[in-house]
């Protein structure tokens, strides 16, 4: 139980065009879902926290225009990046937290890679 | 973004030894948890710690949260080479966000 899903799990797009990728609690509801930023060698990094049904709380530095984020039901989060640029390259990784408890379960991530 | 100091930040074995690693904070912390992950894969929650001076395990992973809040370590018993990968602290600190913040990671490798 407790699976989280993302899709796609890699993509390469041109500078300049908007990328979507979806987070999906699979056997649960999730209340709060979580976009962490990872870039290689280094630590996950917490972009946002989204609510369903309520705007996202970005973190400081973190463009809001940039990186929509939209929670729309209990089973399903979007970040899409706008306008992406070679430096949005990155590993991108959700997490879900159960309406039950405290844990917060990840998804397998996707890679972003931006020509 | 704030992070956990972890250390050390990356170790070399030999398979069949123990491993220990420890994450400090300048903040106090209700949960302490400590995640592996794999390259190209989301980390997976190896144990979890709710209370101040808890020690938990799970088979040779046994972790405790610092008495202050402020720290926690894990160690790993009799290290196989399944036990490679990177190994995140991360804490939490309840209430209505539940934000993690994870720790800067070590880097385990084993040799056979």
């Known amino acids: 139980g407790a699976v989280v899903s993302q899709h796609p799990s890699w993509v390469i797009c041109k500078s300049g065009t908007s990328v979507k990728i979806e987070c999906r609690s699979l056997?649960?509801?999730?209340?709060?879902m979580f976009w962490y930023r990872q870039f290689p060698k280094q630590s996950l990094m917490l972009m946002a926290t989204s609510n369903e049904g309520s705007k996202a709380t970005y973190e400081q530095g973190v463009e809001k225009d940039k990186f929509l984020i939209n929670h729309a039901s209990l089973t399903l989060s979007t970040l899409t990046v706008t306008s992406a640029h070679p430096e949005d390259s990155s590993f991108y990784i959700c997490s879900a937290k159960s309406m039950v408890g405290y844990e917060q379960y990840f998804g397998p991530g996707t890679r972003l890679t931006v020509t | 973004g704030q992070q956990l100091n972890q250390s050390p930040q990356s170790m070399f074995i030999q398979e069949g030894e123990d491993v220990s690693m420890n994450c400090t904070s300048s903040s106090i912390f209700n949960t302490w948890l400590w995640y592996k992950q794999d390259p190209g894969e989301g980390p997976v929650l190896l144990i979890a710690l709710y209370k101040a001076g808890e020690l938990t395990s799970n088979g040779r992973l046994t972790a405790q949260f610092g008495i202050t809040r402020k720290d926690s370590f894990l160690n790993i018993s009799a290290s196989i080479p399944s036990d490679v990968g990177i190994y995140f602290c991360a804490g939490q600190y309840g209430g209505a966000t539940n934000k993690l913040i994870f720790g800067t990671g070590t880097l385990l490798a084993v040799q056979p």
């Open positions: 056997d649960f509801q999730a209340t709060t």
